[in-house]
């Protein structure tokens, strides 16, 4: 099933596809997009994000390809829902998407088994976690300017949970910038899969429901600027939409 959050009326609602790009209430109404606001398609806890973890993507960026997950966390405010502005600061020149499957931690687990790691999973969702290249600033990518700025990871629409993936380790990324499509890949391509980045992150670590992994991006990298529209989609869990803006705009939306 696919889930979703929305704010409407003052209130959170947690909605499932509707009919005609509607949303459906837990009552049954139906609510038109324009009405609401995407949220994050779940209350996310610790976000856990990989970088370098497609070798083509590495060699893009001239990076060796890590032996071991290169992780780094992101705080809350750099999350934001579906439909979401973006900024691009007036001093940034060179910010990238990168479409990346999100996997939803369902269950709590400490030193889980490679082998048992999919039971913990409660879905799927689709993020796209911007990067600012000028702050990049040793091998150690990417640093906390570089990834942590006020809503650059959107992630949504929906929450599609496990049991309809049948191989999230098989499943085509793309991004669009304007229509065009940009990147191309597919999580088949992964350094670390998904079972390996829990056994690791767990090894050390609670996880816990409501927590995420970013699990990287292919190559195809771009330059996006103020005005960009641009679309994230992964093969059976959603397409994710986003707009860049400059800092007036962001300022006369914030």
């Not at 992780?71 to 910010?95: C, E, Q, W």
């Not at 629409?157 to 065009?180: C, F, H, Q, Y």
């Not at 996006?224 to 939306?253: F, M, P, R």
């Amino acid at each position: 099933m696919k889930f979703g959050r929305i704010a409407w009326q003052g209130a959170i609602h947690e909605v499932t596809p509707g009919s005609d790009a509607k949303v459906r209430l837990a009552d049954g109404r139906e609510i038109a997009e324009g009405q609401f606001t995407w949220l994050p398609p779940v209350e996310v806890g610790t976000v856990f994000a990989l970088g370098l973890n497609y070798a083509d993507h590495a060699k893009e960026l001239a990076f060796k390809a890590p032996e071991t997950p290169l992780v780094f966390l992101k705080g809350p405010n750099a999350i934001t829902g579906h439909k979401a502005f973006s900024r691009r600061p007036s001093d940034a020149t060179y910010m990238h998407y990168e479409c990346e499957l999100a996997v939803v931690i369902g269950k709590t687990g400490y030193r889980i088994a490679r082998e048992d790691a999919m039971e913990h999973v409660a879905g799927y969702s689709v993020a796209n976690d911007y990067a600012i290249r000028d702050y990049l600033e040793n091998y150690y990518r990417p640093n906390l300017r570089v990834k942590n700025r006020d809503a650059c990871t959107p992630l949504g629409p929906w929450l599609v949970t496990r049991d309809e993936i049948a191989n999230p380790m098989k499943l085509a990324l793309s991004t669009r910038v304007n229509g065009k499509t940009t990147q191309q890949g597919t999580t088949a391509d992964m350094i670390f899969d998904i079972p390996t980045l829990i056994a690791y992150l767990s090894s050390f670590m609670t996880l816990n429901p409501g927590d995420v992994i970013l699990t990287g991006t292919p190559e195809g990298l771009a330059d996006v600027k103020a005005g960009d529209v641009v679309e994230t989609e992964i093969e059976g869990v959603g397409c994710l939409i986003n707009t860049i803006v400059d800092d007036q705009t962001w300022s006369a939306t914030a």
